[in-house]
């Protein structure tokens, strides 16, 4: 079951990982860093107009390394399982803390915190049943309604 639990997890992060509004912030962070990391190591350069001492290697690895951590750093955010959050998935999750209490995540509803644990839980992924993706209908109204209520207590 292990086996089948794991393979969920990754299929999980993938999923995400090519997830339009994902891939959309990566290749803009990208860009972005990319050109200033390569206008920085490569100034002289540029300058000089004398592209051909610019590996076309280390230009590349300069735009792929932001796009991978831009990524990592979305699908990890994503999929973190932190009470008040809303869950995009269907599926169980087990208190890291306590590893007693298993919790049932819901499409859409909000993540509760652990009985046991209360401010210091730290769910993890055991069993996903479905996915959903960012452009759900549920999960933009809670949110849009998030956005709401945090203007409200701030202004």
Not at 89 to 110: M, P, Q, R, T, W
Not at 112 to 124: D, F, Q, V
Request: proline share 2%; with cysteine; net charge positive.
């Amino acid at each position: 079951m292990q086996n089948t639990n794991t393979h969920s997890v990754i299929r999980l992060y993938f999923q995400l990982a090519i997830d339009r509004n994902i891939v959309t912030r990566a290749l803009r962070t990208s860009l972005i860093v990319g050109l200033v990391l390569n206008l920085i190591s490569n100034y002289h350069n540029v300058i000089s107009f004398s592209l051909n001492n610019i590996s076309s290697l280390t230009v590349l690895l300069t735009f792929i390394v932001p796009y991978l951590v831009s990524t990592f750093s979305s699908v990890a955010s994503y999929s973190s399982f932190r009470p008040g959050n809303v869950s995009g998935i269907d599926g169980i999750l087990k208190c890291k803390n306590c590893k007693i209490v298993d919790f049932k995540a819901s499409i859409g509803e909000e993540i509760e915190e652990c009985p046991n644990c209360k401010k210091n839980t730290k769910w993890g992924l055991i069993t996903i049943f479905s996915i959903v993706k960012r452009e759900n209908d549920i999960l933009k109204i809670w949110h849009f309604l998030q956005g709401i209520i945090l203007n409200l207590s701030c202004g």
